[in-house]
């Protein structure tokens, strides 16, 4: 049998879906509406336009945006060329953008109005040669210095088009570790489809789901724990780049949103928003969120406010896909802080330093095998293969598994910070602040935080003689790190706990420290 008849990409899923849903609602952006059929050709033209700028199989293509029709389009359009997109978090700085775009050697740089001077600085020195204009939820307007996504979708049709497999490389998404800089997860259009599978089986995406997608496309759990199987099996989208509270609430109740995810920070927010009580959310069936572990009392709290709500709690790291264990609803309060059991296509084990399942109760590394898993990290063979050491991916985290296999996760072994949604490497925060004068030790931890979950916190000793205060280590911070990077806290003691061969113990420091401080706060506090 010829290859191509058994091609399974991530474009091919959408002209699918196309084929079986031609006229029902695919895409809703602003005043922006595509049925399957429009969606699907203006990915056509999008990639006929793309081709004819010289793109082609395998090349890197960045984009800086918020969530948007035009975001949607290029991600199957990229996928329909074999070409591979790399998603940048907007909120970062020209200097941490321009080392993606370098390491990933990416030739074009799609930026909306947003971001096209962001996009334009950080692409200095690298290999962009050109930047792609992409419209937003309320704007098409022509971006000045950048090909036009209008004019990129005037180009004919049928696109020429490569010979693809599901093997080829799909994406690179970049993820802070403990090291200073990110590294580039690879992931194949297999391994994305694997995951979208479990997707629709454990977490229920269906085709009567009309989705809300707020949680910015960047991040892999909006792009393809939702939108990518949203569009697999049929389901109508509804993309925002606009997610407050209060345009969240008017949105579902406008569009009759049944399914909505976020991590715990957002579902706060909207319970409360004072719009919350007079907003029909009659129907919305279905709810998921990440990151973190949603508090008990907001748990109880939703079951109350929004009784015919369904949770999910999804769990994993962008080298799964990212969907790697889920708890489902009828375990929520039952099993509240687990992150569940293995998904559909994932085998997981928690083990120890010699790869031996720990007992029950025991603390020990969570270790996959699954279709899902990326193929490497981009031009980083070394940390590759530690990653896959003892033939199993080593997640980082450590849990405990219960006598009902349910997996709690108790500490991060990569020392990430999870604030608010977004990643946060330790390490990384702490080498901007010891470029502070007057900084001798310095830890970045994680703390209990009634906004964002997980507030970073710097616990510092400062030199002796020095006149260091919490808010001139912030104010410094803020000219080095992305606003989420930045401490929320910074605490001055006068010694870090260590172990006798002088390891900083974070999990103690923590233990010591963690408890909830209003959002944005400083202090000062001896040990």
Known sequence: MHPQLQRQTLGDLLRRSAARHPHKLAIRCGATDWSYREFDAVCNRLAAGL????LGVGERVAVIARNSHGFAALRFALARLGAVIVPINFMLTADEARFIL????????????????????????????????????????????TVDFAALLAHALPTPVPRLDDSMLLQIIYTSG????????????????????????????????????????????QLDVFFGPGIYVGASNLITGTPTPDRLL??????????????PTVWIGLLRSAAFDAT?????????????????????????????????????????????????????????????KPALNVETRVVDDEMRDVAVGQVGEIVHRSPQLLSGYFDDPERS?????????????????DDEGYITVVDRKKDMIKSGGENVASREVEEAIYSI????????????DPRWIEAVTAVIVAKAGASLTPEGVIAACAGKLAGYKCPKRVILVD?????????????????????????????????
């Open 51 to 54: 081709a004819a700028q010289g």
């Open 102 to 145: 370098g390491h990933s050697g990416a030739s074009l740089l799609c930026v909306d109005g947003d971001f096209a001077a962001l996009g334009a600085e950080a692409a200095r020195g690298t290999a962009v040669r050109r930047l792609v204009g992409l419209p937003s939820e309320h704007s098409s307007a022509p971006l000045p210095g």
């Open 178 to 221: 403990t090291e200073s800089r990110p590294k580039g997860a690879m992931l194949s259009h297999a391994a994305v489809i694997a995951e979208y599978v479990t997707c629709l089986v454990d977490a229920e995406i269906a085709e009567g789901d009309a989705i809300l997608h707020a949680l910015p496309l960047y991040h892999c759990a």
């Open 250 to 263: 008017a949105l579902m109740a406008a569009n009759r949103t049944t399914s909505f995810f976020a991590p």
């Open 280 to 340: 029909d959310l009659s129907a919305l069936r279905k709810g998921y969120y990440g990151a973190s572990i949603m508090p008990v009392a907001v748990l109880r709290e939703i079951q109350a406010r929004l009784p015919q709500l369904r949770l999910w709690n999804l769990y994993g790291q962008t080298e799964i896909a990212p969907v790697a264990t889920v708890l489902k609803p009828e375990d929520q309060l039952r099993k509240a802080g687990s992150a569940g």
């Open 385 to 401: 293969a530690a990653a896959f050491a003892g033939g199993w991916f080593h997640s980082g985290d450590l849990a405990t598994l």
């Open 437 to 448: 004068a007057g900084v001798s030790e310095v830890a970045v931890i994680g703390l209990p």
């Open 495 to 527: 010694a870090l706990p260590k172990n006798p061969s002088g390891k900083l113990l974070k999990r103690e420091l923590r233990e010591r420290l963690a408890r909830p401080e209003p959002a944005g706060s400083t202090a000062t506090l001896a040990p």
